[in-house]
């Protein structure tokens, strides 16, 4: 599985945004779909995760109610929205796929990454 993600970009406190992951090369929903992020200086830390039907969602903790992860198979995208961004929130996002039955947090399980897409929050 390839995937590519897009949509990072320099915005200000309190704005949204909107990732796209676009994964070519096997059946799309047959994986689960994550996101993930690295601040600077920081390890790289779980965001959301959606089950291959789009049936379920995980979110780390301090992300619920400000992010919302979704997938449009027939495009074979998965999506990360951004609500009331913080400067905390600046980091590069990796979307990541993983076979597994699970909605893991575990970025050790996932099986193949896209490159990353920088967002920069500014205060």
Request: aromatic residues 10%.
């Amino acid at each position: 599985v390839q995937l590519q993600a897009s949509g990072g970009g320099l915005v200000q406190a309190g704005d949204s945004l909107r990732l796209s992951c676009v994964a070519s090369g096997r059946t799309f929903n047959n994986y689960n779909m994550g996101w993930f992020r690295q601040g600077p200086g920081k390890e790289r830390e779980f965001v959301a995760v959606i089950r291959g039907s789009g049936g379920g969602t995980s979110y780390a903790d301090s992300m619920k109610g400000r992010f919302t992860i979704s997938r449009d198979n027939a495009k074979n995208t998965v999506y990360l929205q951004m609500e009331n961004l913080k400067p905390e929130d600046t980091a590069v996002y990796y979307c990541a796929a993983h076979s597994g039955v699970l909605l893991s947090h575990n970025d050790r399980l996932y099986d193949y990454w896209g490159q990353g897409t920088l967002v920069t929050v500014s205060s």
